[in-house]
Each structure stands twice: as C-alpha cells, then as structure tokens.
C-alpha cells in the first residue's frame, strides 16, 4: 500500500496544491441582493502616475496605513469580519461616516499614542486592540500631530527617533485618507447628487452675481455667496490632489486629461462641459447610501460600459490589474517553496527510502516557479516593462534566478540541496517582496533617467542575475557551515540516485588507482565535495554576470548623465561583488583557501551583495538613493551580524568533519 503510495505522492501533493491555486483564478461570485463592489474595483482611475483599477488603489492604501490589503472591523474580537479592500474604499469616498469609525490606522509607538490620547493596550469598550485606530479616534489632535509632523521632517531621516518615524509615517497616512476621501465627493457631502445639480443649475446666476460684484454693481448675493461657498469646497478637494476619477473629455485629441472631481468641477464654473463620469459617480454615492444594491449595479455597469466605447486600453488594463491582485501570484507560490523545504528535510532523515519525497519537492518547487513565473510575464505585460524596474521587482527577480539556479544544481547532483536553495531563496525573496510593498504602489511610475526598457532589459536584469548567483553560492556555503557544525552528512556519500547520476559525469580513472578507486567517488561524492563544486561553479556564474552587468550600467550611465563612472555608491556597490567573487576565484586558484576557506568567502559574499542591493540606497546620497529606512537597517545590519557569525564558525574546524586546512 505505501509503495504505491510513494509512486502517487510526488504527482497528487502537487496537483492539490495547483488546484487550489487555480481556484484563485475563477472570478468571486456575485450575489443578486450584493453590491457589485467586484466591477466597481475594476473602474480605472489615474493615481501614483498611472493608470490603474479602483481595487489596486484600495489594496495599495490599506497597505500603508495597516500593512495588510483588507480592513478588519473589529480586531478586539475574536471572530472579526474582514472587509475586502475595496469594499472598505467604497465606504471611504461614499459612506464616510461609517468608514471613519473602521479601526485602520496601525499605530505602534505609545509616544505618539500618548500625543493622540490614544488607549495603550487593548479595549473593547473603546473599540481598540491597542495596535489599530480608526479616524474618528484621531481627527481630534491632528493639529497637534500636524506640528510633530513638521518638527519630525525637518529632522534628518537617518537621524529620525523611532517616536519621529511614526509621526512621519502617520502623517503620510493621514494624507492618503483625506485624499480618498476627496475622491468621488467632497468629504461633508451628504446628499451628494443633489448638491451636485443645486451647484450645476446655480452656475448660470452665480457667474453673473461674481461679474456685476466685481465691477461694483449690484448683484445677487444669495447666488454670489452659493457659488463661492461651492468653489471653495472644490478647490480645497483637489489642493489635496486626490485620485483623478474623472478621464479626459477627449480621449482621442489626449490620454492624459484625467482630472480630480474638485478641479472638474472648478472647470463647470468656466464654461467647461461636466464629464459624464461626474454624474456616473454620484449615481453611484446615491444608490450606495440608500443601500439600494440593483440602483448601484446598475450605474456601475453602466459607467463601466461608457468608459469601455471611450477608453477600452485602459479599461482592459484596469481589469487585467485586478485579476492579477485576485491571482495574488507571488504570495501563492510561497506556498510550494515552503513545502518544497519541508520535504526535503523528509528526505535527508532517510534518503535510502524517501526518494519520493525528493521527488515530490522537485515537482513542489517547479509548481512555485510556474506560479512565480507567470506573475513576473503578467506584471511585465502590465506594465510594459522588463522583470526589474524598482526594488519589488528586484527581490520578486532574485527569487526567480535562485530558484532557476538551484534547479539546475539538482538536476545535476540530486542530492536535495539544490532543492533547499530553490525553495528557501524562493521563499524568503518573496518574504522580502512583500515587506518592501509596504511602501504602497509596487508599479509606480518610472523616474526619467530609468525610462529605457533597453537598458532596464539589460543592466538591470543582468546585474541583477549578479545578485541572485551570489546569492546561491553564500547560501550553499551557508548550508555547508550548518550541515558540518550540527550533523555528520558533510563527510558521508551522497544518495545513491546522485552517485548514479555524478557518475555519468565522472572522469575515468587510469593508472594504479584504476580499479580501485570508483570513477563516481573520485568525482567528489562525499556531501561536502559536491557542495564545494556547486560553490565554486556558481561563483564563476556570478563573476561573470556582475562584471557584464556593471559594464553595461557604466554604458548606461555614460548615456545618462555624460560620464561612465562617477563612484557613485550604487556604482561602488556593483564593483565591490565584482571585486569580491574575483578574490574568490583567484584565492581558490592560488591555493590560498580549501574548502571551508572557499564557503567563508562565499558567505561574505552574502553581506557585500546585500549591501550594494539595499545599503548604498540607504545612505542618503547618491543618484540612486530612496532615502534612509531605519527598519531595513535594522534588518540589513542583523542579516550581516548572522552572516559573520557564520563565517566565524566556519573559520574552526568543523566537528563532524575530518580536520583540514582553511
């Protein structure tokens, strides 16, 4: 029964785990009595620079105010419901009063808690868990957070308090809310559609009022004072500069026209015509209010419909998008990774009899890379863009080479290790990848310098190529360090699959040692040779496309800004992984380093490398600096401290090895 078992169970874990992953595709149910929330995330708007769905904009901002891309009602209780992102952005732009009792705002320094009189710990009678606040509990001192706001950024980020760093950061996210909030109506709107045509049909007198009472005759003050009142809750909704809702009256003469409710309806006040999307908008705020769901369906699918025979590129981007943010592609194929991982851990605590569990992690981490690869083509195809354009899309990048990287060690050696690269590089990217979305839109757009898809297809993805082999070679050493200090494996051969498999590439062996010496043994199938070999056939990999990538970034610059090389410190950050494998190389060559001289080289690879892919953008200085973030310093210097702890050990003789030299 269990050997039959074993011959299933690489192809039946997978395929479930592929199921469920396929499931994610299927668009979500649409009830009869339901607003249609699923088509009104799909209505494009233009925000951060592009253009983009209703439901990115939702999941981009709920990410930075609460770090997670849904809303949770109550998280005092046990059992809370969550509300989807763009069922909370709904509430926001046309239920205020309802959105601004939503605990959203994450706040975790009790200095600024203290500023804000804000309760510290958990309260279910004050609606808190002591992490997360909504609106209505911190409107009330935002004039005196406004004050720490000014203080704290007047203070170098590099200097920042943490009790700074969350001012800063809540302010931002203050801003973000009175923005969305801006959106679709002005934020004391009650009655939307009908302010909207009292302002409409006011106009006409209005104007004339302003005119006769600015060349000194009389007017109608009544009509003067409406107009003004009206103008001046316009112009205060688009000095906030919210999401551009409504698209340009003419599409054909100009894609780019998109404008803000409250400067389109500065624009009526001129003469201008009212775009249709205006009054689509308040269709929709009306109907929400009422909770009348077949009004609100039926005027989103309309507006929907009309943006469609105008605007029909962008309306299929939008849709596009939010498939993509439904697929969630990056956060599903950590999943396989990780249980990639796990069974090969099964398989090295008996590899004479867990072969299929090898051969289920195989299958688990091709499953991570197709879902890991069709995310990386579909966010290339939205934004018509190569694989690396901003530090996401790098860590999302790295992660795919690694995984690639480590496939083709294991389909060489089979012996399990390249699968433990693949996975867990795999995973911890994408790890990576998500924390650095925090920051809001991961498809913003491009700074001018960096709008060149020829050069960001070529230095960028090679460069970055760079990083991932380099990488691979410090986590192999890294595994090498861990498997020599706690276990016994390093000094053991390997499986008999992979003797079989090294085997094929082994050299004959002639002379006194033939037949006596096995050709597969003299390949280096102890477990410790073979990840020497891997190391060293990485490091070449990586020398050579960090080298290539920064010729062609020094090409790039040249073009860019009128000199090869500067020092700039992005550009020193590349050259030092450049320098650093070449050392690597050339000790190896010289004989200046054995084998646990080569891995602790390798794992030092791992801090330069971090170092030129996120230290030199913290520094504050340079074309390439996005500004100090203290929290990925903090990380950044703990990841260095545990790699020269690595190295450190690596340095004395490992106990479950025979003794030899550095």
Known sequence: MFSVMKRWLPIAIPALLALWIAGSLLPPKQKPDQFASELFGRLPVLANGRIQPIDSLARNSLLQLREKQTANTAPWKGNPKMLAATDWIMEVMMKPETADAL???????????????????????????????????????????????????????????????????????????????????????????????????????????????????????????????????????????????VPPADPEASRDGWQNTGAALMDAARGAPVSFAVA??????????????????????????????????????????????????????????????????????????????????????????????????????????????????????????????????????????????????????????????????????MRAVLDTNFWLATHVVVVTLGYASTFVAGFLAVLYVLLGTFTNRLHQPMTATAAAAASLHAPEISGPAAGVVPAAKSSGLELGKSLTKMVYGVICFATLFSFVGTVLGGIWADQSWGRFWGWDPKENGALIIVLWNALILHARWGGLVRDRGLMCMAIFGNIVTAWSWFGVNMLGIGLHSYGFTAAAFVWLLGFALSQVLLICVGLFALKKTAPQAV
């Open 280 to 445: 689509a908008y308040a269709r929709m705020s009306a109907a929400y209010r009422a909770g009348n769901v077949g009004q609100f369906n039926e005027a989103v699918s309309d507006y929907r419909n009309a943006m469609a025979g105008q605007l029909l590129a962008e309306s299929s981007k939008a849709a596009n998008e939010q498939f993509f943010n439904r697929f969630e592609p990056f956060y599903k194929a950590m999943f396989p990774y990780i249980a990639a991982f796990l069974f090969v851990l099964i398989f090295w605590m008996a590899p004479a009899t867990c072969e299929w569990a090898r051969r289920t992690a195989v299958n688990l981490v091709l499953l991570g890379l197709l879902v890991h690869t069709a995310g990386l083509v579909f966010r290339m195809v939205l934004q018509g863009r190569p694989p690396v354009t901003n530090l996401y899309s790098s860590a999302i990048f790295i992660g795919f080479g690694a995984v690639i990287l480590g496939l083709v060690l294991e389909s060489i050696w089979k012996n399990g290790i390249g699968l433990v690269i693949s996975s867990a590089l795999g995973f911890v990217s994408l790890i990576i990848a998500h924390h650095l979305s925090l920051d809001g839109d991961t498809m913003e757009m």
């Open 103 to 245: 605990p959203v705002f994450r706040i975790d320094n009790p200095d600024l808690k203290g500023l804000l009189g804000l309760p510290m710990d958990a309260d279910k009678d004050k609606k808190t868990d002591g992490k997360h606040y909504s609106w209505a509990q911190i409107r009330g001192k935002l004039e005196a957070l406004q004050d720490e706001s000014m203080r704290a950024g007047k203070v170098d980020s590099s200097k920042r308090t943490p009790y700074d760093q969350a001012v800063v950061r809540l302010s931002g996210g203050v801003g973000l809310y009175m923005r969305l909030q801006n959106a679709l109506q002005p934020q004391n709107a009650r009655d939307w559609p009908a302010e909207l045509n009292a302002y409409l049909n006011g106009i006409p007198a209005g104007v004339d009022a302003a005119r006769a009472q600015k060349a000194g005759k009389e007017y109608n003050k009544e009509a003067f004072d409406g107009l003004m009142r009206d103008l001046e809750r316009f112009d205060a909704m688009s000095q906030l500069e919210p999401p551009m809702l």
